[in-house]
């Protein structure tokens, strides 16, 4: 998924849970988000878009006898 926001700006703190950036924001859920994924054998990842402003989301699960995670 892919928008066209701000961007991130605090990228090393994106998965710590309980930091937050938000008011009244509880910094648990891209934490949370990204356990599940590595609990199914997939990844979360988010990144700044290179081509224009925003960010993009990847989420990866693997599916039954799929060849892994990509490079």
């Given at each position: 998924?892919?928008?066209?926001?701000?961007?991130?700006?605090?990228?090393?703190?994106?998965?710590?849970?309980?930091?937050?950036?938000?008011?009244g924001?509880?910094?648990?859920?891209?934490?949370?988000?990204?356990q599940?994924?590595?609990?199914?054998?997939?990844?979360?990842?988010?990144?700044?878009?290179?081509?224009?402003?925003g960010?993009?989301?990847?989420?990866?699960?693997?599916?039954?006898?799929?060849?892994g995670?990509?490079?």
């Amino acid at each position: 998924m892919e928008d066209e926001g701000q961007g991130l700006s605090e990228t090393a703190n994106l998965f710590v849970p309980f930091f937050t950036t938000k008011p009244g924001g509880s910094g648990i859920g891209l934490a949370l988000s990204r356990q599940i994924a590595e609990a199914h054998g997939g990844a979360l990842r988010l990144e700044n878009r290179g081509d224009r402003r925003g960010c993009r989301a990847r989420l990866w699960l693997p599916l039954p006898g799929g060849t892994g995670l990509p490079a």
